[in-house]
């Protein structure tokens, strides 16, 4: 065949030929990695679009470079591009014609630039892209009507990012023409007001406001949102219109760290699941409307209208009504807040609760039979509270079936439910550190008839896995205390005086993590616990390392603050090859002895904690930091020191010279004389 006749079907081919061919094998010139359509070309000190690119190209990362204008001409060469990245290039502004040949692309980043310089010629670039879907133009300056311009006519957008610029105040014109709009990223402004900013966007479902400055959220009416955060604002009030019968869409809704005085007046009908409150200033008032207990206050209150002179409204302190729809709640994080009780019936609206977290409020009672948790609580947190008691029938014990976690630490606890640990069939971790519970004898606990105690019962709790008892003011631990237990982590620290070895040895192989710090441990034999990976014998004095730890493969070890002079270096490089992680800042370590030092900081596996701040002294007690012990001063091996000579001698030298002056002047008093008047009565000659 002639060879002109193949020119048409090698003309053919030629596209096929494209498609089958990977761009793995791009020409040798180009200045970027490629993996499959995709080139990468980040960090490379680029100026401009690079040019030896292939032309099918569909995603483009140019992020971390110096191009600081994007000219007509930069994609002429990529018409199949539909991801475009250029975050953190100072760049200024796009020409009007960039995107002239790639109406293809439908993702643009342009984070951590300076478009607030060249917004207005960058904003027509943007009405050239019909497909865009996600834009990123956070970290800009932009301030509100750098946005509008820049957001002029984009109604296919779905992805907006808009953090960390300089926006205060949102009206109705902001986002007009986003009519896609599904999820949108304001965090990290100036904002103060949004006023009705959201109302031409009716598909929106994600929504962050957090870290402005946001006095209030009222009339909220956004029935299809499904995420809202505005954590981190001075939201003082949260009020959803009350005259809607829609049904809101909400699941999860994060006012954390704000403000708020009141529980959040939520919507009427909602599919709410996750409430975030944490750190505000919550507090129930219901109290405020029983006029037994302040007979001479009202349920009332009138609020009146001066400027416009309209009539007075009047409004009931406490209505149970205005806590809205929380059935479907599953997590309410109220931690850090002024809670002092629960409403009554507050507790029984929600029969999905699964995580309850309280930690630092101000219950005093928690009374378990009254509140009528529903069966669904897995994790019930109510530490750093007022609680000196928890009251509990059998009854409603057996109904939390559930119940995973039990965090009831530092409270003041005086009385438990009797059995209420044995009661709970699916506790896995326990925390009652800091307070002052003792645990009960077997004795007492089996024939004890009365409904709570003082002391607390772990006998054969199967499912429990995590016990934390710190600093309960425990001396002794009854032997069988743990008996029939498999438990993988026991804190027992801040316990001084603690007897524990006999107790815990029928844990010796299930326990992983065992907490002894300042319990005054000094000779405990760890030979037994094979499985312990964990270990905090910290602030017990310890003058030497205990040698049983050699046989594990303990993985952290915590030595803080005892009085370990050195570490053999047998002891060390037995425990390098198998250490993770180990404290030692506190001990007294000799400079003339830190071999050890050298072994672990020579292991790469070892991170040696607050490693510049472990300090040893030398033989003048001088205090230095052990990672600079090359400079120190010591002895070799084997020989003896000049340095306690010279200590030694110059005391002796001084006190024969004293000696020596003495004796001359007491027996040749003229001597001195005639050396005082050779010296300093010289003639003078006027």
């Not at 809704?253 to 409430?275: A, E, G, R, V």
């Not at 439910?417 to 709970?424: Q, R």
């Not at 007492?444 to 009365?450: H, L, P, Q, Y």
Request: one cysteine or more.
């Amino acid at each position: 065949m002639p060879v002109h006749g193949l020119t048409p079907i090698l003309l053919c081919l030629l596209p096929i030929w494209r498609i089958l061919t990977p761009v793995s094998s791009h020409p040798q010139n180009s200045p970027c990695p490629l993996i499959q359509r995709t080139a990468l070309c980040n960090n490379h000190k680029l100026s401009s679009v690079p040019a030896g690119l292939p032309d099918n190209l569909e995603e483009l990362q140019l992020n971390h470079n110096h191009i600081q204008t994007l000219h007509d001409d930069s994609l002429l060469r990529y018409p199949s591009l539909n991801t475009l990245s250029l975050a953190c290039n100072s760049l200024e502004k796009l020409e009007s014609n960039t995107f002239q040949d790639t109406k293809l692309l439908e993702s643009l980043n342009l984070a951590n630039n300076d478009l607030h310089i060249g917004y207005q010629e960058t904003s027509h670039a943007l009405k050239t892209l019909p497909r865009l879907r996600a834009l990123d133009l956070s970290e800009n300056e932009l301030d509100d009507e750098m946005v509008a311009t820049l957001l002029e006519n984009l109604t296919s957008l779905e992805y907006l990012n808009l953090s960390g610029n300089l926006l205060q105040r949102l009206d109705e014109t902001s986002f007009r023409d986003l009519h896609q709009l599904k999820e949108l990223d304001l965090q990290r402004n100036l904002m103060y007001e949004i006023d009705g900013a959201f109302d031409s966007n009716p598909k929106l479902q994600r929504l962050n406001l957090a870290f402005n400055y946001l006095l209030c959220l009222t009339d909220f009416h956004m029935t299809q949102l499904v995420v809202l955060n505005a954590s981190h604002n001075f939201i003082e009030w949260f009020i959803s219109r009350p005259d809607l019968n829609d049904t809101f869409q909400l699941e999860t809704l994060d006012l954390s760290d704000n403000k708020l005085l009141f529980f959040p007046f939520l919507p009427s009908h909602s599919h709410l699941q996750n409430l975030y409150l944490s750190h505000n200033s919550v507090s129930f008032y219901e109290h405020l409307a029983d006029n037994s207990t302040f007979p001479n206050t009202t349920t009332t209150v009138e609020f009146y209208n001066m400027k416009k002179y309209a009539g007075n409204v009047t409004a009931q302190l406490w209505d149970d009504s205005l806590h809205g729809d929380v059935s479907s709640l599953e997590i309410l994080d109220l931690r850090g807040n002024l809670v002092e009780y629960f409403p009554q019936g507050f507790i029984q609206k929600m029969p999905a609760l699964s995580r309850l977290r309280m930690c630092t409020n101000c219950l005093e009672t928690l009374n378990l039979t009254s509140e009528q948790f529903s069966g669904s609580l897995y994790e019930l947190d109510v530490s750093n509270n007022r609680l000196n008691q928890i009251v509990a029938d059998g009854g409603t014990l057996t109904a939390l079936g559930n119940l995973t976690y039990l965090n009831l630490s530092l409270n003041d606890l005086q009385l438990l439910p009797l059995g209420l640990f044995s009661s709970l069939p699916s506790l896995r971790s326990v925390d009652l550190s800091y307070n002052n519970l003792d645990i009960c004898p077997p004795e007492e606990a089996e024939t004890s008839k009365d409904t709570s105690s003082a002391c607390v019962d772990w006998k054969n709790i199967a499912s429990l896995r995590q016990l934390y008892l710190k600093g309960c003011n425990l001396k002794r631990i009854p032997s069988s205390a743990f008996a029939g237990l498999s438990l993988s982590h026991l804190e027992l620290s801040d316990n001084p005086g603690l007897v524990v070895q006999e107790s815990i040895q029928s844990l010796s192989r299930t326990l992983q993590h065992l907490g002894l710090g300042n319990t005054h441990t000094q000779d405990f034999d760890f030979s037994h616990f094979q499985s312990l990976k964990f270990l905090n014998i910290s602030r017990n004095s310890l003058p030497h390392l205990p040698p049983s730890l050699l046989d594990l493969d303990l993985e952290v070890l915590d030595l803080r603050d005892n009085r370990l002079s050195t570490i053999p270096s047998g002891q060390a490089n037995a425990l390098a090859p198998k250490l993770h992680t180990v404290f030692l800042t506190g001990n007294p370590f000799n400079c003339c002895q830190t071999e050890w030092f050298r072994t672990f900081e020579t292991t790469k596996t070892i991170n040696l904690v607050g490693q510049s701040y472990i300090e040893c002294e030398d033989l003048i007690q001088t205090t230095h930091r052990v990672e600079h012990f090359q400079s120190f001063y010591c002895l070799e091996r084997g020989r003896e020191s000049m340095l306690w000579y010279i200590l030694l001698f110059v005391p002796i030298c001084l006190s024969f010279v004293g000696i020596l002056v003495i004796v001359l002047l007491s027996f040749k008093p003229k001597m001195l004389q005639k050396s005082i008047k050779k010296r300093c009565l010289k003639p003078t000659s006027y």
